[in-house]
């Protein structure tokens, strides 16, 4: 079983930074790949970002593409999202995911995760 714990969320203003970590302990993570989405109350869960453990590949959604940064600890079992430029669309429960399935495209998908993180909450306030 793997585990995942997400913390750095918090409230901020339009146009200000966080960044999210996302602790992930249980197993090892080389084949995986490592996402995050949010998700707004009555909203559908959207995808944020990914990234490859072994290789460090990225993909972002158009919304957040040159505002958000994905990286990873190798050493530290850690996943970073960096989060600038903030805007209140952005303010959602943010959750750390982990899954198995890479290989040609990029993991976007809810069904491309296997173990998911509670959450943090981002808020930006207008």
């Known amino acids: 079983q793997a585990h995942l714990v997400e913390s750095g969320g918090g409230l901020v203003q339009a146009g200000g930074s966080l960044r999210l970590s996302c602790i992930a302990s249980?197993?090892?993570?080389?084949?995986?790949?490592m996402g995050w989405f949010r998700q707004a109350p009555g909203k559908e869960r959207e995808f944020v970002a990914t990234?490859?453990?072994?290789?460090?590949?990225?993909y972002y959604a158009d919304s957040v593409k040159g505002r958000f940064t994905i990286s990873r600890d190798r050493a530290k079992n850690t996943v970073f999202l960096q989060m600038n430029s903030l805007k209140p669309e952005d303010t959602a429960v943010y959750l750390c995911?982990?899954?198995?399935?890479?290989?040609?495209?990029?993991?976007?998908?809810?069904?491309?995760?296997?173990?998911w993180g509670q959450g943090t909450q981002v808020t930006v306030s207008a």
């Open positions: 995911a982990a899954g198995g399935r890479i290989g040609g495209h990029p993991a976007t998908l809810y069904a491309d995760y296997d173990y």
């Open positions: 990234i490859t453990w072994s290789g460090g590949r990225t």
């Open positions: 249980g197993r090892t993570f080389s084949m995986y790949s």
